[in-house]
């Protein structure tokens, strides 16, 4: 069953409300706010402002996360995915977007540039041991459980 959380959220003048795409989508599309359109060459990281500011309830986090069409069609995807919005945080949501692509791609105004999904925070308490248990996998890394 799906849960629905109130979301308050301030907007510049012009920026968009987060929508989701179909009625399970687990992301909210985000869209760009810019006054024109802006040009990311291949390997160039641009700030993406959203003109939007969350005020997220204690508990919970919003993450951005990059949409799979751009990622596939152009290369284009979210830098620091998923990255992370806490609940103090006011100021704009702004996306770090990173061209992996061949080819300059030009973000347009108004255009779905990454995805919001609203999870569920746990905060650990952190206590220093002399020990920790072992098991099976005991310090095996990176690709130590197969291929």
Same mark, same amino acid.
């Given at each position: ?7 308050? !959220? ?16 687990? #992301?909210?599309? %985000?869209?760009?706010? @810019?006054?024109?359109? $802006? ?5 160039? =990281? ?6 939007m ?5 204690? #508990?919970?986090?919003?993450? !951005? ?13 979210v830098?620091n +995915?998923? *990255?992370?919005?806490? +609940? ?7 996306? @770090? %977007?990173i061209?992996? *692509?061949?080819?300059?791609? $030009?973000?347009?105004? #108004? ?5 919001? $999904?609203?999870?569920? $925070? %746990? ?7 002399? =020990? !920790?248990?072992? =098991?099976?996998? *005991?310090?095996?890394?990176?690709? +130590?459980?197969?291929?």
């Amino acid at each position: 069953m799906k849960q629905v959380l109130s979301l308050r !959220i301030k907007l510049d003048e012009g920026a968009q409300l987060p929508r989701y795409a179909s009625a399970n989508a687990a #992301g909210a599309d %985000v869209f760009a706010h @810019i006054p024109s359109p $802006v040009e990311i060459l291949p390997g160039n =990281t641009e700030l993406i402002p959203t003109g939007m500011y969350l005020e997220l309830p204690d #508990g919970y986090e919003a993450q !951005i996360r990059p949409r799979s069409g751009l990622a596939a069609k152009y290369g284009i995807t979210v830098l620091n +995915s998923p *990255g992370t919005i806490d +609940s103090d945080y006011r100021g704009e949501v702004r996306i @770090i %977007v990173i061209n992996h *692509g061949k080819d300059p791609w $030009v973000l347009h105004p #108004g255009e779905r540039i990454a995805q919001m $999904v609203i999870k569920p $925070v %746990v905060q650990a308490e952190f206590s220093v041991s002399d =020990t !920790i248990s072992d =098991t099976p996998r *005991g310090a095996g890394g990176f690709g +130590s459980t197969g291929r």
